[in-house]
């Protein structure tokens, strides 16, 4: 087998993970992979790009899968919310083409499934998404009625287009310490006035109220969708005794200079 097949089977097997949180809402079990799971693309005014992605019928049965693209945006919290043809702003869905757009997976087999982002030559300098969705539709029993379709499992996979020279704006507006049960959270408040997405790569160390550090969290890999605001939850590894501490947040969004934040946190 070849280095690129293995790479994408073993892609594939994490994207099943993935798509049982992205897909809970359907209450289906998912029996099939899709590899990458987010694209992410730059491209001029009028130009065109084509990529490929991974699709494996894990099952011991044939099955056919249907793909389209559809808008999607991200809730306060950071749940995907996919809404089909339903406009959401910065969205590149009618750019996107796919082929095939339906066919039949043998068991074990995996096919390629390509898809072309052709772009405007009007647009404008930005970041723009969609999502290309898998499903599994089952085969319409005999004298079913017309029409009439069952979906079993979906995958979505994320697209991003950056088209043009734009560059991410945004800040790390507040740091607020939780506690639920037995976990202790911080959630960090992030606000993006820009154009673009942007990923989190940062940290938060915690120090105590005299200076030591005693704890350093990595803040998670999420995106922040522009003209949005978000949470992005972080929970602590280890729990801290009731006292007072100091919160020291530095986030990287992709400009030159990092975002900082300072807080004191109390546990009671």
């Not at 009028?46 to 019928?57: A, E, L």
């Not at 389209?68 to 043809?85: H, I, M, Q, R």
């Not at 030559?121 to 379709?149: D, I, K, M, W």
């Not at 506690?179 to 820009?194: A, E, P, T, V």
């Amino acid at each position: 087998m070849k280095t690129t097949e293995q790479k994408a089977l073993y892609l594939i097997w994490l994207s099943i993970i993935f798509s049982l949180l992205i897909s809970s809402s359907l209450e289906a079990q998912i029996f099939f992979g899709v590899t990458p799971i987010r694209v992410e693309l730059k491209a001029k005014p009028g130009s065109q790009i084509t990529d490929v992605f991974y699709v494996r019928n894990n099952s011991a049965k044939p099955m056919r899968v249907k793909v389209y693209a559809e808008n999607w945006f991200l809730k306060e919290d950071g749940t995907p919310v996919f809404v089909g043809n339903q406009p959401t702003t910065f969205s590149c869905r009618e750019w996107i083409k796919v082929n095939p757009f339906d066919f039949r997976l043998q068991p074990g087999e995996m096919k390629t499934v390509r898809f072309t982002v052709s772009v405007p030559a009007e647009t404008e300098a930005g970041g723009y998404h969609a999502a290309v969705s898998f499903e599994n539709v089952p085969e319409a029993p005999t004298g079913g009625r017309l029409g009439q379709v069952a979906f079993t499992g979906k995958i979505a996979a994320a697209v991003y287009m950056v088209v043009g020279k734009v560059q991410p704006e945004g800040s790390l507006e507040d740091l607020v310490f939780e506690q639920q049960g037995d976990s202790q959270l911080i959630k960090l408040r992030l606000s993006n006035s820009g154009k673009t997405h942007f990923r989190l790569i940062g940290e938060i160390i915690i120090r105590t109220s005299e200076g030591k550090k005693i704890l350093t969290l990595e803040i998670p890999d999420e995106p922040v969708l522009p003209g949005t605001e978000r949470f992005a939850a972080v929970q602590l590894k280890e729990k801290l005794p009731p006292g007072t501490y100091r919160a020291e947040v530095k986030l990287d969004i992709g400009r030159d200079e990092l975002l900082g934040l300072e807080k004191e946190i109390i546990v009671k």
